[in-house]
């Protein structure tokens, strides 16, 4: 594909850019951006990977891919601001939460469409991301998109009313672990550590359980019982968890997050 048009530029598009930039996926000369009205964020982008800024929406035609980025409320002025100079051969590859592909057809018409759940992580190649496809997707575009995702990370293929779980785990996954952190260091400076310290140890601590469960070909759970001594501290920790809902709370988060993508997809 020699011309990819990003509509919408912010966090997840330079993600994306990013990640294919820097791993040579994509050339930056393929890429163009575009958005609602933010021609510094544009021009940022320009400077910073190499990309092109769309300038005239007649050339919105010779796209050979368009990615719709932006948040599922700005998605339908979006899509008619597009829809007069598509062209007929154009693919499309949405990252926009919640968002159907039929609600994609509607607006664009019949014509290859995938939907894709990254997060941004994509930005240092190590995205989680779920795809999805319409049926006009050839075999050539599927293996294209999962190239260019696994590039930046993995990829896995599910029906479309998967993404929404997938969105809720992997797509929020990293505010979550963020969240994680977040606590662990205001806990962590009441006991007299620094920020810093804190955050070393804990990112360390995060890195080396992911890569553990990577490597070693054991389940989380016993991987988590050799951790435990009876009796001893990681136990007390787990005690307080359980007793404060622990599983509970990320039930509800899954859940919610999960309930809210198909809040979106219906439009609410
Ligand atoms: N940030 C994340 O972690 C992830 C975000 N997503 C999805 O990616 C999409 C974008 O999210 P972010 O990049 O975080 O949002 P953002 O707010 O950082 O960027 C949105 C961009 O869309 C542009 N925009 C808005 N209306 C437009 C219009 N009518 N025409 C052209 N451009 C328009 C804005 O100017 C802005 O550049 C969302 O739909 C979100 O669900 C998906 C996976 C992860
Ligand atoms: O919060 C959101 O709606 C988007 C989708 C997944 C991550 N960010």
Request: proline share 3%; net charge negative; aromatic share 6%.
């Amino acid at each position: 594909m020699q011309k990819i048009l990003f509509v919408g530029a912010g966090s997840m598009a330079e993600a994306l850019i990013h990640g294919w930039v820097e791993e040579e996926v994509v050339p930056a000369h393929h890429l163009y951006v575009t958005n609602r009205s933010n021609i510094e964020r544009l021009v940022y982008l320009q400077n910073q990977y190499g990309v092109n800024i769309l300038t005239n929406n007649e050339d919105i035609y010779q796209m050979d891919l368009i990615i719709l980025a932006m948040k599922p409320k700005d998605v339908k002025i979006a899509i008619d601001s597009i829809k007069p100079y598509i062209a007929p051969e154009t693919a499309v590859l949405s990252v926009v939460a919640g968002i159907a592909i039929e609600t994609i057809e509607e607006g664009l018409g019949s014509r290859p469409i995938a939907r894709v759940m990254p997060n941004t992580s994509a930005a240092i190649g190590m995205s989680a991301s779920g795809i999805a496809f319409n049926y006009q997707v050839t075999n050539v575009q599927k293996a294209l998109y999962l190239q260019m995702l696994e590039a930046i990370g993995i990829v896995i293929e599910v029906d479309e009313d998967k993404l929404h779980a997938i969105t809720a785990l992997s797509g929020s996954g990293p505010a979550y672990l963020y969240y994680l952190l977040e606590a662990w260091e205001s806990v962590g400076t009441e006991f007299g550590l620094s920020k810093e310290v804190v955050r070393k140890l804990m990112v360390q601590t995060i890195a080396g359980s992911a890569a553990m469960l990577q490597s070693v070909k054991e389940e989380p759970d016993v991987l988590r019982r050799k951790v435990t001594s009876p009796g001893g501290t990681t136990e007390a920790g787990i005690r307080a968890l359980e007793s404060n809902h622990f599983n509970e709370a990320i039930y509800a988060c899954i859940k919610s997050a999960e309930a809210r993508s198909r809040e979106l997809a219906k439009g609410e």
